[in-house]
């Protein structure tokens, strides 16, 4: 019987390798993705290799209406990767509502009402897991990130909480907590400004999107039957 997972921001550099990790691992997948169609199709023919079924669906989760179209379309489901999102760099003095709206539309209130409205679907198969990816200044915090960093917080405080109230149903809920990994959100830093935070890292580099894949199928395999409520840390010892 076909596994099916739906990854959200499926077309972006992690959501890309998450997708390609899941597909190798046997699962058919529902790819979302919003603006980025032509990344969504490179996605789905390298993925095309491993003979699942990928079905792409193309939702704006910074609108009101965008999870509703989302679930509209998922019916068979045995797990959730939450990892939509966008950066927002600035300080707190300059941030705009309309900014600081999208940012919650996006990483707090779709994750939140999408997951209301799959849960059922996950009851269905009487197991299930549900990971979302925050970010290390959802743990730790950061300067000029200061609203970014609210949201992802937000969204361990929604896998801690969540993770017990559906404990009982044989789903589990997990969080991965990437801190500087190699993608194009690092693009606007210099070479330089790189430079400096790898010498920050005690790995002594940046992660790459494979390994926060890595950490996200773990979180969903069967190796991590008996762990749920957690956030993993994929960051090379920074800021720990």
């Known amino acids: 019987m ?64 965008g999870y509703m179209e989302l679930a509209a379309n998922i019916f068979s489901l045995d797990a959730i990767v939450h990892n939509a999102g966008n950066a927002l760099y600035g300080l707190l003095e300059d941030l705009e509502e309309v900014d600081a709206e999208e940012l ?17 679907k996950l009851r269905q198969k009487e197991r299930g897991s549900i990971v979302i990816v925050s970010s290390i200044w959802g743990q730790t915090g950061a300067s000029y990130e200061v609203a970014y960093s609210t949201v992802k917080g937000a969204q361990i405080a929604f896998a801690k909480a969540l993770s017990k109230e559906l404990a009982i149903s044989n789903i589990r809920v997990n969080a991965v907590a990437p801190g500087a990994i190699q993608t194009p959100m690092v693009e606007g830093f210099s070479q330089e400004e790189i430079e400096t935070i790898a010498e920050d890292i005690p790995s002594g580099r940046l992660g790459t999107a494979e390994e926060v894949a890595n950490g996200v199928e773990f979180l969903l395999s069967e190796k991590s039957s008996y762990i749920t409520g957690q956030v993993l840390a994929v960051n090379g010892g920074w800021l720990t």
Do not use: C, D, W
Not at 17 to 27: N, P, T
């Open 2 to 65: 076909k596994k099916f997972a739906l990854v959200t921001g499926a077309s972006g550099a992690i959501g890309k390798a998450i997708s390609m990790k899941l597909a190798s691992a046997g699962y058919s997948l529902y790819l979302h993705f919003n603006q980025n169609e032509k990344g969504i199709e490179e996605v789905v023919r390298q993925i095309g290799q491993f003979g699942g079924e990928y079905i792409p669906i193309k939702a704006n989760l910074a609108s009101k209406s």
């Open 104 to 120: 919650i539309q996006i990483h707090i209130t779709s994750p939140l009402m999408l997951t209301k409205k799959l849960i059922p």
